[in-house]
């Protein structure tokens, strides 16, 4: 997957890189988020300084557990795995202290479900090595949510590629690590997700009855090579990433695989994309064009009712309004993208939006709560 591996280098240092699971600081220097070769301005991110009282977020004078979805980190210990292979240079990331918990404060977030992201692994052929990168994140990730067990659970990255050895992986991850569910992207080495291989690891997550959280990665999937080249406006990022999610979404509705998999719960980066926002459209598509061939048992609408949800990264009240009119109240969580600092935060757009008090403090954690089966008040 060429395209996809380009873009994690162009991103090295941002979301993904920027901040790690470990020790030490943060290193505030990080490279352009974008889709593409060379894709958008270096952003710069300000450490943390001082200490910060932690917020606490109300809704009508109520007390409200935030809760964050879409929250990334890497794991340096699987660099020493990568050694001599194509790969090198693909799974570091710059150590850190307590930057993150910092930030967590100060946004007023009092849970993260922490996943890596990138997927730039999905191209690993080596079945064995790409165990054991999912084996060492999974391990980092365990180790930091046990130290900080009130603010953080862990989602596996499994090795989509191998959809058995996926299946498996988050089994374990589950099972033994105490996981909540999995991260994935939009396509694996350019393949739809719902194609009948990749059934094993749809299985274990309906099995399980653990969401799964989609993040794309610009959309080389469904663009000729290079389609960003040379463009303006960070394209691949702010276009080619909700055009993914809404391919994804896409598929598994009109593949079956939702059907197939009633249990299933998949969340999809960046609001869904583009797809919550044109369902009419996606509604009267089986119907009204010959060899639309669909396999869906509903409308795509319905599933926007139970089996999909979506974030809050759609950056105004007026999106989170609208998310919530088109989804439903109960399909709409909180996301940040952390640890990206100066994308918008969505909580005063939560608080803002023009919906009941209720569905904010759903939104904002009480979806998730149950989502992630968190205990504690």
């Known amino acids: 997957m060429p395209h996809r591996r380009t873009f994690i280098r162009t991103m090295a240092g941002a979301a993904a890189g920027m901040f790690a699971i470990g020790r030490g600081v943060l290193d505030v220097s990080a490279q352009g988020r974008g889709g593409g070769r060379g894709q958008g301005p270096r952003l710069v991110v300000e450490p943390p300084t001082g200490p910060v009282q ?24 699987v660099e020493p795995l990568l050694v001599g292979t194509e790969f090198k240079g693909q799974g570091g990331g710059r150590p850190m202290g307590n930057e993150r918990i910092w930030e967590m404060d100060r946004r007023g977030i009092d849970v993260q479900a922490i996943s890596v992201n990138g997927y730039w692994w999905y191209g690993v052929k080596d079945r064995a090595l790409a165990d054991k990168i999912v084996r060492a994140h999974d391990t980092g990730i365990a180790a930091w949510c046990k130290a900080h067990s009130d603010r953080f659970v862990g989602l596996s990255s499994p090795s989509m590629q191998f959809p058995d050895l996926a299946a498996a992986q988050l089994d374990y991850a589950v099972k033994t690590l105490g996981f909540r569910g999995a ?34 990665g610009g959309a080389d999937n469904v663009l000729k090579p290079d389609a960003w080249e040379g463009t303006r406006g960070a394209l691949g990022n702010i276009i080619g990433n909700p055009l993914e999610t809404t391919v994804f979404f896409s598929h598994l509705i009109h593949g079956g695989t939702l059907d197939k998999f009633p249990n299933l719960k998949v969340i999809g980066a960046h609001g869904g994309g583009y797809l919550p926002s044109y369902l009419g ?82 939104i904002l954690g009480g979806n998730l709560v149950k989502l992630l089966k968190l205990s504690g008040s």
């Open 54 to 77: 932690r917020r606490i977020v109300q809704v009508g004078g109520r007390r409200v557990r935030v809760v964050d979805i879409h929250a990334h980190v890497t794991v340096p210990e």
């Open 183 to 216: 991260s994935l992207g939009g396509h694996v080495n350019l393949e739809s997700l719902a194609d009948p291989k990749f059934d094993p690891f749809w299985a274990k997550a309906n099995e399980l009855q653990v969401p799964v959280f989609e993040h794309p």
């Open 281 to 362: 459209r996606t509604d009267v598509a089986c119907d009204v064009r010959a060899g639309a061939n669909c396999l869906n048992k509903k409308r795509p609408s319905e599933y926007f009712k139970d089996q999909l949800l979506v974030d809050t990264m759609v950056f105004s009240p007026e999106d989170i309004r609208h998310l919530v009119a088109k989804s439903g109240p109960t399909q709409v969580v909180y996301g940040t993208d952390i640890p990206i600092y100066n994308w918008p935060d969505a909580v005063d757009n939560v608080l803002k939006a023009e919906i009941p008090d209720a569905q904010k403090e759903m």
